[in-house]
């Protein structure tokens, strides 16, 4: 009778190195690329927590005035503008994150943990502000003009739909209400998905290029200046239950006049912001917490989203099917 033998190393490559090493040049987090909610509303820095911002009445600016021709030694028409006021008050947001003695002292991780912690709450903070943009902003009656997309027009219907008729619409309501074309496009996701591919805004490219639609070319197909596709997501789903990714932009498309905060401009919305403790647009503050012994971070903001003229903005509501 034979036997085989069979030699093992002693030790074993596992028994001298029990642990796996850290890699410290490598690793993963998961978080949006880009939020988009200052997209429409542009942020706006105000010195106080609540006040009263202008408005010059739009009809004196617009209502032609009998009376310019004026004969010799007569006095010119005289004439005036009407000023009106709105308010906005901000609300407070934020989250703090604790950082233990012991976990800093015995973490293996690349990263700075405190700096971690701020990427960490600033990446929160700004997902608040993105998901309540969206609810207040993305809306039915919010703008001067909603229009509900049924059926033959919604734009995943590709035989009977009409986005580049609906963008004309758009764009000459908002200039015969104040003057200004519309210069962005803000889409949600879905949205973008059937526009990108509907055969009426391919067709003007067929001879010209590959049939792949940017964001560049089919803003210059509807007229705009920019197309923004609103592609930011969150977790639906409560804590330690699977994940639950949804958009966080619905299927609608905000034709909008949006130029950066100034005197005198025109823009449909902002989003105020007070600048309380000189760090815009949102405080990074730590302190420290002996009885817990470890380092709070916490990121805050004061905010109100407002919009600032309806009639500088035109919403399709649920572009697809």
Same mark, same amino acid.
């Given at each position: 009778?034979?036997?085989?033998?069979?030699?093992?190393? *002693?030790?074993?490559?596992?028994?001298? /190195?029990?642990?796996? $090493?850290?890699?410290?040049?490598?690793? =993963?987090?998961?978080?949006?690329?880009?939020?988009? @909610?200052?997209?429409?509303?542009?942020?706006?820095?105000?010195?106080?927590?609540?006040?009263?911002?202008?408005?010059?009445?739009?009809?004196?600016? =617009?209502?032609?005035?009998?009376?310019?021709?004026?004969?010799?030694?007569?006095?010119?028409?005289?004439?005036?503008?009407?000023?009106?006021? #709105?308010?906005?008050?901000?609300?407070?947001?934020?989250?703090?994150?604790?950082?233990?003695?012991?976990?800093?002292?015995?973490?293996?991780?690349?990263?700075?943990?405190?700096?971690?912690?701020?990427?960490?709450?600033?990446?929160?903070? *700004?997902?608040?502000?993105?998901?309540?943009?969206?609810?207040?902003?993305?809306?039915?009656?919010?703008?001067?003009?909603?229009?509900?997309?049924?059926?033959?027009? *919604?734009?995943?219907?590709?035989? #009977?739909?009409?986005?580049?008729?609906?963008?004309?619409?758009?764009?000459?309501?908002?200039?015969?209400?104040?003057?200004?074309? $519309?210069?962005?496009?803000?889409?949600?996701?879905?949205?973008?998905?059937?526009?990108?591919?509907?055969?009426?805004?391919? %067709?003007?490219?067929?001879?010209?290029?590959?049939?792949?639609?940017?964001?560049?070319?089919?803003?210059?197909?509807?007229?705009?200046?920019?197309?923004?596709?609103? %592609?930011?997501?969150?977790?639906?789903?409560?804590?330690?239950?699977?994940?639950?990714?949804? %958009?966080?932009?619905?299927?609608?498309?905000?034709?909008?006049?949006?130029?950066? $905060?100034?005197?005198?401009?025109?823009?449909?919305?902002?989003?105020?912001?007070?600048?309380?403790?000189?760090?815009?647009?949102?405080?990074?503050?730590?302190?420290?917490?002996? %009885?817990?012994?470890?380092?709070?971070? /916490?990121?805050?903001? @004061?905010?109100?989203?407002?919009?600032?003229?309806?009639? @500088?903005?035109?919403?399709?509501?649920?572009?697809?099917?």
């Amino acid at each position: 009778m034979s036997y085989k033998r069979y030699h093992f190393a *002693q030790p074993t490559q596992r028994d001298v /190195r029990p642990v796996d $090493p850290v890699l410290t040049n490598l690793s =993963f987090a998961f978080k949006n690329t880009r939020f988009l @909610h200052s997209a429409i509303a542009p942020y706006a820095e105000v010195s106080e927590q609540s006040g009263t911002y202008f408005i010059y009445t739009r009809d004196f600016w =617009f209502r032609r005035q009998d009376g310019a021709v004026r004969a010799a030694d007569a006095p010119y028409l005289r004439v005036g503008y009407g000023v009106e006021t #709105n308010t906005y008050r901000t609300v407070e947001i934020g989250f703090e994150k604790l950082l233990g003695d012991p976990i800093r002292a015995s973490s293996q991780t690349p990263e700075d943990l405190q700096r971690m912690d701020v990427e960490f709450l600033t990446n929160l903070i *700004q997902l608040e502000l993105e998901v309540r943009a969206a609810a207040e902003l993305f809306v039915t009656g919010i703008w001067g003009t909603s229009t509900t997309l049924v059926g033959n027009d *919604q734009w995943s219907d590709y035989a #009977n739909s009409d986005p580049i008729a609906n963008a004309d619409t758009a764009i000459r309501t908002i200039l015969r209400n104040t003057g200004a074309r $519309p210069n962005v496009l803000f889409v949600g996701l879905l949205g973008w998905e059937r526009l990108k591919e509907h055969p009426l805004i391919l %067709d003007k490219y067929k001879h010209t290029q590959i049939g792949i639609m940017t964001p560049q070319l089919v803003a210059a197909t509807l007229g705009v200046e920019e197309v923004v596709v609103g %592609d930011s997501v969150r977790n639906t789903a409560n804590e330690g239950a699977a994940f639950v990714g949804a %958009d966080n932009w619905t299927d609608n498309a905000l034709f909008l006049v949006r130029n950066n $905060p100034a005197l005198g401009v025109a823009n449909g919305a902002y989003t105020y912001i007070w600048n309380e403790r000189g760090n815009f647009p949102w405080a990074v503050d730590s302190y420290r917490e002996e %009885d817990r012994r470890g380092d709070v971070t /916490r990121v805050f903001t @004061h905010h109100d989203f407002v919009v600032t003229s309806a009639q @500088h903005g035109y919403l399709y509501l649920d572009l697809a099917a």
